[in-house]
T-cell receptor, first 113, second 109 residues
Framework: DTAVSQTPKYLVTQMGNDKSIKCEQNLGHDTMYWYKQDSKKFLKIMFSYNNKELIINETVPNRFSPKSPDKAHLNLHINSLELGDSAVYFC????????????FGQGTRLTVV | GIQVEQSPPDLILQEGANSTLRCNFSDSVNNLQWFHQNPWGQLINLFYIPSGTKQNGRLSATTVATERYSLLYISSSQTTDSGVYFCAVELFSSYKLIFGSGTRLLVRP
């Protein structure tokens, strides 16, 4: 009964390809997020969605396109992958938009070769 | 923007030792969380503690919001405590967590 689950856990792909990472939460939360962890372990917000609406886009290249078909899902599609996109991507969710506890998925390690 | 500074950056302990990790932040926040990233990369929630003191087993945390810092105490450390400990804060009206750079902890048997 994983609370926030991401698939796949590992993704190895060539430059120029398009790939998607899926995220689902069963906590009944209405806000979902994507965070990126770089090679130095630094974690930074990419996107926030509340009730399927985008509320934060943190100057992410438009090759990254999140999609939220419903409150429980937030997928991340990446076009024309570049070497610099290699990182660990975390999905998270929280109840409400401000000041509530966030819970994270297990991460997706993306390697672009 | 807000600065979130964690100290020390690295810490090596002998099993059984106690330690204190610190998180300083430069603005008022309405959320503060501590996470443990284990060697497998999972981010595990330790505490949701915008203010006050909480305890969970060998771990406890205190946030003094008026002085803009939080402390994480680990007592009787075990090898399974190894990993990276992150503090993350949320500003009022910001809709996102801002992470510190972490404290890397190694507990030796």
């Amino acid at each position: 009964d994983t609370a926030v689950s991401q698939t796949p856990k590992y993704l190895v792909t060539q430059m120029g390809n398009d790939k998607s990472i899926k995220c689902e939460q069963n906590l009944g939360h209405d806000t979902m997020y994507w965070y990126k962890q770089d090679s130095k372990k630094f974690l930074k917000i990419m996107f926030s969605y509340n009730n399927k609406e985008l509320i934060i886009n943190e100057t992410v290249p438009n090759r990254f396109s999140p999609k939220s078909p419903d409150k429980a899902h937030l997928n991340l599609h990446i076009n024309s992958l570049e070497l610099g996109d290699s990182a660990v991507y975390f999905c998270a969710s929280s109840q409400g938009t401000m000041g509530t506890e966030a819970f994270f998925g297990q991460g997706t390690r993306l390697t672009v070769v | 923007g807000i600065q979130v500074e964690q100290s020390p950056p690295d810490l090596i302990l002998q099993e059984g030792a106690n330690s204190t990790l610190r998180c300083n932040f430069s603005d008022s926040v309405n959320n503060l969380q501590w996470f443990h990233q284990n060697p497998w990369g999972q981010l595990i929630n330790l505490f949701y503690i915008p203010s006050g003191t909480k305890q969970n087993g060998r771990l406890s945390a205190t946030t003094v919001a008026t002085e803009r810092y939080s402390l994480l105490y680990i007592s009787s450390s075990q090898t399974t405590d190894s990993g990276v400990y992150f503090c993350a804060v949320e500003l009022f009206s910001s809709y996102k967590l801002i992470f510190g750079s972490g404290t890397r902890l190694l507990v030796r048997p």
